[in-house]
């Protein structure tokens, strides 16, 4: 068992002194985590996102399951497995916590205070970009970065967050390090922001798209995509398709992610084009 008080950037995280990581190996406390994995996706515990024996083996395995409990409450729970290249990145699978008391930042420092034990410098995830919420959590709080858009990556998920979407995703890198202070803010620089040209931008609720080939790209969010897919799906797909191939077609091309803007929509670098260099002549006389 890991207690906050021992984890200085735990509790930096604000979460309260009586919570306790441990990780979980029996099986009752397994099907506990399926219990409170289907209370946050809105689903039977059987057909959750992961299953009890899974965890079992995955556990068994050495790799990472742990549980969050508040006086002696499951409040949030994660599971990441080794991935490549296998001796510096951990893949973080899932992670779900009761929210609004800092829980979820406690279990994300808590599997970087037990990936950096185990040498990991590395820690990946996927996540919807059109939530902004984890957006902001992933970027700013943590200081990851997107790396890769994954089109549909799990297919059609009808569950009470993505409500039948297409479950795009991007492959978010955390690189670690051994500093042990609070977790620190991570935001775009100004100037880069000041410089952008909206790809997409939010016009009453809806995307409107606009090519462009600036150096800097700015791409919003809606406010609330989750409650968007229960009023107006027409939207929420649209919104779903002006990211995909904004985001999408950007990361393919190599661009870099800064991070997110007024937390409101994502700042993406495009990497400049080297003009083509000119080819030598040779003369003679």
Same mark, same amino acid.
């Given at each position: ?65 742990? #549980?969050?409990? *508040?006086?002696? !409450?499951?409040?949030? %729970? ?8 296998? /001796? $510096? @990145? ?72 993505? #409500?039948?979407? *297409?479950?795009? !995703?991007?492959?978010? %890198? ?8 609070? /977790? $620190? @803010? ?72 800064? #991070? ?20 030598? @002549?040779?003369?003679?006389?």
């Amino acid at each position: 068992m890991t207690h906050l008080d021992t984890l200085t950037d735990t509790r930096a995280a604000g979460a309260t002194s009586s919570l306790d990581i441990r990780e979980l190996h029996a099986m009752d406390d397994l099907e506990a985590v399926c219990v409170l994995f289907g209370e946050i996706w809105g689903t039977h515990p059987a057909k959750g996102p992961v299953s009890a024996e899974v965890m079992r083996a995955l556990g068994h395995a050495g790799n990472y399951v742990v #549980g969050a409990y *508040e006086n002696g !409450r499951l409040v949030g %729970a994660s599971v990441a497995f080794f991935a490549e290249p296998s /001796a $510096a @990145t951990l893949h973080s699978h899932i992670t779900g916590a009761t929210a609004g008391r800092g829980i979820g930042l406690a279990l994300k420092l808590h599997q970087k205070q037990w990936a950096l034990r185990r040498g990991i410098t590395r820690i990946t995830w996927t996540y919807d970009p059109l939530i902004r919420r984890n957006a902001h959590f992933n970027l700013t709080k943590l200081g990851a970065r997107p790396e890769e858009y994954l089109r549909s990556f799990y297919g059609a998920m009808d569950d009470a967050i993505n #409500g039948g979407d *297409e479950s795009d !995703r991007v492959l978010t %890198a955390w690189g670690l390090s051994a500093h042990h202070g609070p /977790a $620190a @803010t991570s935001t775009p620089d100004d100037s880069a922001a000041a410089h952008a040209v909206h790809a997409v931008r939010d016009v009453g609720g809806r995307p409107e798209v606009t090519p462009t080939d600036a150096e800097f790209v700015l791409i919003d969010l809606p406010d609330d995509i989750e409650a968007l897919r229960r009023t107006d799906p027409g939207a929420a797909h649209a919104w779903r398709l002006a990211v995909r191939d904004a985001l999408g077609g950007l990361l393919d091309d190599g661009a870099r992610v800064l #991070g997110l803007h007024d937390r409101r929509g994502y700042l993406v670098h495009r990497t400049p084009v080297s003009a083509p260099a000119r080819p030598r @002549t040779e003369s003679s006389l």
